[in-house]
C-alpha cells in the first residue's frame, strides 16, 4: 500500500503501449481500476471525474468490444464522447490522418482514442498533436488497453503475476494483443510462452523472453492460464497453413485437452470468438472461461487509464 | 491535544452517538477515506463495547473520483477501497441515517465530494457530519459539524494533523505553522 502511495501519476502523457510504461504504471492503473471496479457495480455507475474533457474515438478499423468499452468507460467517467469512424467519414475522400485529426482537435478535443490499421500511428499523432493518444490498436503492433485487462483479470483470479505460467495460442505474427501481452506479463513478472504453427511465430520472439512451442498439450500441461487468440485471416495476404479445419485439428483448444488435464486452468480469449476455429463452444463456455470477466474489467481498466492520463495537466 | 484528552474526547463522541441514535437500527458510520478511517475506526470499536453490539452498520468511502481539486493539483490522489456492503443490497444507504467521519475539517470541500459522492449510492434520510478538529474559520463552504471533538482556530495556513499510533487505540493531534512544517515533521517520524 505504502509503495503505492509513492507514484500517484503516470510516467507518461500518452498510452501509445505497454512498451512506454513501467511496473509501476501498471501497478498504478490496475489499483486504480479496482475503484473503478467498484463503481461500475453501483446503482448509479458514473463520476463526474472527466465533466470538462471531451474525448474523440477515431476508429479506423473495425472493432466492437474496444468501442463500445472505451466509450461506456469514458461515459461512465461524465466526459463528452465523438466517435468517427473511417468507412464513412473524409478519410474516403483522402484526407490525411494528420488533417482529420487535426480538423477533430479543433473543434477542442482533449484526448484521442484512435484504432488505426497502421502500426505506429498513434505515436506519429503523439509527436504532432497537443492532445493525450490512446493507442486502442494499431495494425499489427500494440493493443496496451487488453493487455492490461487480461493482466488484471489474471491476477484477480491468481492472486499475482509473479512467477504464473501464461501460454498463448494461435497467431503470434498478426496479433497486437499477443505482443503487448508478452510486454506486460513480463514486467509483472510472469513466465510467458507462445504456441501456434510455426509459420504464425514471429523468428526471434524469444529476444522478449517467452519460450516458444509447437505443441499445445504439452503447453496446455505447463500453463496456468492460456490466452486463445484469433486466427486474423484478414491480415494473412498469403497461405500460412493449409486449411481452417486443419488448423483447427492440430492447434485449436477443445474440451478433451482439457478433460486430460488433472490441474485448474483458466481460458482468456481477447475476442472476437471464431468458435470451432482456435476454440471450440464446450471450452469458451466452460468453468474455465473467464471471457466474460474479462469484458467486464476491460471497462474498469479504461476507466482508469483515462482518469490516469487526464489528470496531467494541460501543456 | 495528547493522548489522555484524545481518550476523553473520543469516549464522549461515542456516548453522544450512543444518546442520538441509541442501537443504531437505521443509523451508519461511514468514515471517509484516507484519513477518516483511522477515526472511525476506533469509534467504531469503542461503539461495538458500549453498545454491547459487534454488528454494527459501518461502512468507508472513497470520493477521489469527486474531488473538485482533480486536475487542480499537481498529483492526483491515489483511490482507496469503498466498502459499503450494509445489509441494505443494492441501496446499501436508502433511508438511513448516515454520520460521515473524517478527522478534520477545514474548509468543507471533503465534505462537500463526499455528500455528492454519497448521493450516488441512494438517498440517505439524513446526513450528520462528526470530526476530531473542527477549524471553524477556515470554512470555504457552508458546511457545519454536528459532532465537533474540538474546535481549533488557526490561520489559513497553519496545518493540523491527527497522528495516530498504529496500536489502533491512542494518538495526538499537532498543529503546525503551515504545510511544510507538517511535511518537514512527518519525514523525520
Given at each position: 500500500?505504502?509503495?503505492?502511495?509513492?507514484?500517484?501519476q503516470?510516467s507518461?502523457r500518452?498510452?501509445?503501449?505497454?512498451k512506454?510504461?513501467t511496473?509501476?504504471?501498471?501497478?498504478l492503473i490496475?489499483?486504480?481500476?479496482?475503484?473503478f471496479?467498484?463503481i461500475?457495480?453501483?446503482?448509479v455507475k458514473?463520476?463526474?471525474?472527466?465533466?470538462d474533457?471531451?474525448?474523440?474515438n477515431?476508429?479506423?478499423?473495425?472493432?466492437?468490444?474496444?468501442?463500445?468499452?472505451?466509450?461506456?468507460?469514458?461515459?461512465?467517467?461524465?466526459?463528452?464522447?465523438?466517435?468517427?469512424?473511417?468507412?464513412?467519414?473524409s478519410?474516403?475522400k483522402?484526407e490525411?490522418?494528420?488533417?482529420?485529426?487535426?480538423?477533430?482537435?479543433?473543434?477542442?478535443?482533449?484526448m484521442?482514442?484512435?484504432?488505426?490499421?497502421?502500426?505506429?500511428?498513434?505515436?506519429f499523432?503523439a509527436?504532432?498533436i497537443?492532445a493525450?493518444?490512446?493507442n486502442?490498436?494499431?495494425?499489427t503492433?500494440?493493443?496496451?488497453?487488453?493487455?492490461?485487462l487480461?493482466?488484471?483479470?489474471?491476477r484477480?483470479?491468481l492472486?499475482?503475476?509473479?512467477?504464473?505460467?501464461?501460454a498463448?495460442?494461435?497467431?503470434?505474427?498478426?496479433?497486437?494483443?499477443?505482443?503487448?501481452?508478452i510486454?506486460?506479463?513480463?514486467?509483472?513478472?510472469?513466465?510467458?510462452r507462445?504456441?501456434?504453427?510455426?509459420?504464425l511465430?514471429?523468428?526471434?520472439?524469444d529476444a522478449l523472453?517467452?519460450?516458444?512451442?509447437y505443441?499445445?498439450r504439452?503447453?496446455?500441461?505447463?500453463?496456468d492460464?492460456?490466452?486463445v487468440?484469433?486466427i486474423?485471416?484478414?491480415?494473412?495476404?498469403?497461405?500460412?497453413?493449409?486449411s481452417?479445419?486443419?488448423y483447427?485439428?492440430?492447434?485449436g483448444?477443445?474440451?478433451?485437452l482439457?478433460d486430460?488435464l488433472?490441474k485448474?486452468?483458466l481460458?482468456?480469449?481477447?475476442?472476437?470468438i471464431?468458435?470451432?476455429?482456435e476454440?471450440?463452444?464446450?471450452?469458451?463456455?466452460?468453468e474455465h472461461?473467464?471471457?466474460?470477466?474479462?469484458?467486464?474489467?476491460?471497462v474498469?481498466?479504461?476507466?482508469?487509464?483515462?482518469y490516469?492520463?487526464?489528470?496531467?495537466r494541460?501543456? | 491535544?495528547d493522548?489522555y484528552?484524545?481518550?476523553?474526547?473520543l469516549?464522549?463522541?461515542?456516548h453522544?452517538?450512543?444518546?442520538?441514535y441509541?442501537?443504531f437500527?437505521n443509523?451508519?458510520?461511514?468514515?471517509?477515506q484516507?484519513?477518516?478511517?483511522?477515526?472511525?475506526?476506533?469509534?467504531?470499536?469503542?461503539l461495538?463495547?458500549?453498545?454491547?453490539?459487534s454488528?454494527?452498520?459501518?461502512?468507508?468511502?472513497?470520493f477521489?473520483?469527486?474531488?473538485?481539486?482533480?486536475?487542480?493539483?499537481?498529483?492526483?490522489?491515489?483511490a482507496?477501497?469503498?466498502?459499503?456492503d450494509?445489509?441494505?443490497?443494492?441501496?446499501?444507504?436508502?433511508g438511513?441515517h448516515i454520520?460521515?467521519i473524517?478527522?478534520?475539517l477545514?474548509?468543507g470541500r471533503?465534505v462537500?465530494?463526499?455528500?455528492?459522492?454519497?448521493?450516488?449510492?441512494g438517498?440517505?434520510?439524513?446526513?450528520?457530519?462528526?470530526?476530531?478538529i473542527?477549524r471553524?474559520?477556515?470554512?470555504?463552504?457552508?458546511?457545519?459539524?454536528?459532532?465537533v471533538?474540538?474546535?481549533?482556530?488557526?490561520?489559513?495556513e497553519?496545518?493540523v494533523?491527527v497522528?495516530?499510533?498504529?496500536d489502533?487505540l491512542?494518538?495526538?493531534?499537532?498543529?503546525y505553522?503551515?504545510?511544510?512544517a507538517?511535511?518537514?515533521?512527518?519525514?523525520k517520524g
Amino acid at each position: 500500500m505504502d509503495k503505492l502511495m509513492a507514484q500517484q501519476q503516470l510516467s507518461t502523457r500518452h498510452l501509445l503501449g505497454i512498451k512506454n510504461l513501467t511496473r509501476e504504471d501498471i501497478e498504478l492503473i490496475f489499483h486504480t481500476a479496482q475503484s473503478f471496479k467498484h463503481i461500475i457495480n453501483r446503482p448509479v455507475k458514473k463520476t463526474p471525474s472527466l465533466r470538462d474533457i471531451t474525448i474523440a474515438n477515431l476508429f479506423f478499423e473495425h472493432s466492437t468490444r474496444t468501442r463500445i468499452s472505451f466509450e461506456l468507460a469514458e461515459k461512465r467517467l461524465s466526459a463528452d464522447v465523438i466517435n468517427f469512424s473511417a468507412a464513412s467519414s473524409s478519410v474516403k475522400k483522402g484526407e490525411t490522418l494528420l488533417d482529420t485529426v487535426n480538423n477533430i482537435l479543433s473543434m477542442k478535443v482533449d484526448m484521442v482514442v484512435i484504432r488505426h490499421p497502421a502500426p505506429g500511428a498513434p505515436h506519429f499523432l503523439a509527436r504532432h498533436i497537443n492532445a493525450h493518444i490512446i493507442n486502442a490498436g494499431d495494425g499489427t503492433h500494440e493493443h496496451p488497453t487488453q493487455a492490461l485487462l487480461d493482466a488484471f483479470s489474471i491476477r484477480e483470479k491468481l492472486g499475482t503475476l509473479q512467477g504464473k505460467r501464461i501460454a498463448i495460442f494461435g497467431d503470434i505474427l498478426h496479433s497486437r494483443v499477443a505482443l503487448s501481452n508478452i510486454l506486460c506479463l513480463r514486467k509483472l513478472g510472469a513466465q510467458v510462452r507462445v504456441c501456434g504453427p510455426p509459420t504464425l511465430i514471429p523468428k526471434h520472439i524469444d529476444a522478449l523472453g517467452v519460450e516458444v512451442s509447437y505443441d499445445v498439450r504439452a503447453s496446455l500441461r505447463w500453463c496456468d492460464v492460456a490466452n486463445v487468440l484469433r486466427i486474423q485471416l484478414e491480415r494473412q495476404h498469403i497461405k500460412y497453413f493449409p486449411s481452417l479445419r486443419e488448423y483447427s485439428q492440430y492447434f485449436g483448444i477443445h474440451k478433451a485437452l482439457l478433460d486430460e488435464l488433472d490441474k485448474p486452468i483458466l481460458i482468456m480469449h481477447p475476442g472476437p470468438i471464431n468458435r470451432g476455429v482456435e476454440i471450440t463452444s464446450d471450452v469458451a463456455d466452460s468453468e474455465h472461461s473467464i471471457i466474460l470477466d474479462q469484458v467486464e474489467n476491460g471497462v474498469a481498466i479504461r476507466m482508469a487509464v483515462l482518469y490516469l492520463l487526464a489528470s496531467h495537466r494541460r501543456l | 491535544m495528547d493522548e489522555y484528552r484524545l481518550d476523553l474526547t473520543l469516549s464522549r463522541l461515542c456516548h453522544q452517538l450512543v444518546e442520538d441514535y441509541d442501537r443504531f437500527q437505521n443509523a451508519c458510520l461511514i468514515g471517509l477515506q484516507p484519513r477518516g478511517v483511522h477515526l472511525s475506526d476506533r469509534l467504531y470499536r469503542r461503539l461495538q463495547k458500549i453498545t454491547n453490539n459487534s454488528v454494527l452498520p459501518y461502512g468507508k468511502l472513497d470520493f477521489t473520483f469527486y474531488r473538485d481539486d482533480y486536475r487542480r493539483r499537481q498529483l492526483p490522489i491515489p483511490a482507496q477501497p469503498t466498502m459499503l456492503d450494509l445489509q441494505g443490497g443494492a441501496h446499501p444507504i436508502d433511508g438511513r441515517h448516515i454520520i460521515l467521519i473524517d478527522d478534520v475539517l477545514y474548509t468543507g470541500r471533503t465534505v462537500a465530494a463526499a455528500l455528492r459522492t454519497l448521493y450516488d449510492y441512494g438517498r440517505p434520510a439524513r446526513v450528520a457530519l462528526l470530526t476530531l478538529i473542527d477549524r471553524r474559520f477556515n470554512r470555504e463552504l457552508p458546511i457545519q459539524c454536528d459532532y465537533v471533538g474540538m474546535q481549533v482556530d488557526a490561520l489559513d495556513e497553519a496545518y493540523v494533523r491527527v497522528l495516530w499510533e498504529d496500536d489502533g487505540l491512542s494518538g495526538r493531534v499537532v498543529l503546525y505553522a503551515n504545510r511544510e512544517a507538517a511535511m518537514h515533521a512527518a519525514q523525520k517520524g
